[in-house]
């Protein structure tokens, strides 16, 4: 079993070195564990074999390690980091159910329950104290770093129904990017830490249902459509290089990774088998380098 995890763990080595790649959940082996695909064709190779669930991968370049939440057959929650060395092992969260580390690994943020209420706070990771940020009597979540660690993101119901808001660091002060009549869901920001692309669930003219892509410019506030195609878009990840948008959608009822360019074209399916795929995040060429 360990000369095959090692062998398996080489081969991704090797695929990671070549290009951009793609970890996501999928339940194609029995179970929800994570794995890992580029997207040329690559055959997908496995990552975990925890009991219980694994989910929520998410790319960490301090640690060069990709975290993710994993839940044992007896229930037991810990966040865990897979690196490209082969680690995989637990973090310390310090007692934080939600643990969302910055990309230098200095800070984090999570979220604290009032009955329905939600509240973001950050802590720092090396002193272990931690502060509210986000403390408006509301729904607030979805918290997402940008790249250059000033802001993040996060999705509120202060105004009756989820909005996309960033907060500046520096400041301390929250803006609101979008006024519509239904909900942001999904975000994702860009390479340069000034744009955002998100999900916006919507029923057009033609009284379809959408759940399109958008992005919106966090300086001018300018927002532009990717897509109107009454297909829907969710779990997205901006690419490293911030070409490419992956996404999990159901076609023909089934559910699988798919990409698609920052434009809107050039859609392409990245996963095959017959299961459920979602979750997608990438990994970066140079993250070996």
């Known amino acids: 079993m360990k000369k095959l995890f090692l062998l398996c763990f080489f081969l991704s080595a090797q695929l990671l070195m070549a290009q951009h790649s793609i970890v996501y959940l999928t339940n194609q082996s029995g179970n929800f564990d994570l794995f890992i695909t580029g997207t040329e064709g690559n055959p997908p190779q496995k990552l975990t074999s925890n009991p219980g669930w694994d989910w929520g991968p998410a790319w960490n370049p301090s640690l060069n390690a990709v975290l993710y939440n994993s839940s044992d057959t007896a229930n037991?929650?810990?966040?865990?980091?897979?690196?490209?060395?082969?680690?995989?092992?637990?973090?310390?969260?310090?007692?934080?159910?939600?643990?969302?580390?910055?990309?230098?690994?200095?800070?984090?943020?999570y979220t604290l329950k009032d009955n329905q209420n939600r509240y973001i706070g950050i802590m720092d990771v090396k002193t272990g104290s931690n502060r509210l940020l986000v403390d408006h009597p509301s729904y607030n979540s979805r918290a997402k770093w940008s790249p250059n660690e000033r802001y993040f993101s996060f999705i509120s119901d202060r105004d009756g129904n989820g909005e996309l808001y960033v907060y500046q660091l520096a400041t301390g002060i929250t803006i609101r990017l979008t006024q519509t009549e239904k909900r942001e869901k999904y975000t994702s920001w860009l390479p340069d830490s000034e744009q955002i692309v998100y999900t916006y669930h919507y029923s057009d003219e033609r009284d379809k249902e959408h759940n399109d892509l958008f992005m919106v410019n966090i300086l001018t506030q300018e927002i532009k459509q990717i897509t109107d195609d009454l297909a829907f878009y969710q779990e997205i990840a901006v690419s490293p290089d911030g070409k490419k948008i992956a996404f999990h959608a159901k076609r023909q009822g089934e559910d699988h990774i798919y990409t698609i360019d920052i434009d809107g074209k050039n859609e392409r399916q990245v996963t095959k088998e017959k299961a459920y795929h979602g979750e997608p995040c990438w990994v970066p060429r140079s993250a070996r380098n």
């Open 76 to 109: 037991q929650f810990s966040i865990r980091a897979f690196s490209l060395e082969g680690a995989d092992e637990a973090i310390d969260t310090k007692g934080l159910e939600e643990f969302i580390l910055s990309p230098s690994g200095s800070y984090a943020l």
